[in-house]
């Protein structure tokens, strides 16, 4: 029964005397994940966008930072943007999240990491568009609830976010998240 052989102390010997150019190159071992910071972003605009202009790069829990990016800049552009300007950004920014949040997660070496803040900052626009005009406690209490179904990840979030991978699975279950906050929302007014 043939089989192939393996290759002898000796036979690595004799291939170290060969040229460089000759000898196959060693394989590179894997490394882990990669540490988003200030350096990274600035490599290259996606990552910019995908750690949410900087929001992701916070040490305690940059999904809260990157929902408070989100809170403060809808506040800011909402004087600026109409309705359907808003919505056209958060398709929009829902379907390039899909490739740019994708991108970033390739080069941190990881499936979804949290410094990747995009798919927050999408999803809480959305909370906020739908349940404007509403004051700064309604604010505060939609922030509240969003961050606890994207942090606890509740069923059916929990099994969306294992099966589904790279960019999509990044932005769809803040997505949901985004979904159940407003229907929590809506259940609440409808019972008071």
Sequence with gaps: MPTDPTPSPADELGT?????????PAPRAAKGPRRADAPFMLAHPLHIISLGFGAGLSR????????????????VLNRYISVLDWGLLIIGGFLAGVGITSYTAKRLRADDPSPIVWDEIIAFWLVLLM???????????????FRFFDMVKPPPIRYIDRRFKNGFGIMIDDLIAAFFTLLVIALWRMSV
Excluded at 16 to 24: E, F, I
Excluded at 131 to 145: N, R, Y
Aim: aromatic residues 16%.
């Design 131 to 145: 349940i404007t005009p509403i004051g700064f406690v309604g604010k505060l209490w939609a922030f509240v609830i």
């Design 16 to 24: 170290a005397s060969q040229p460089a150019a000759t000898r196959a």
């Design 60 to 75: 305690l829990a940059p999904g809260t930072a990157g929902t408070l990016f989100a809170w403060a800049s809808f506040e």
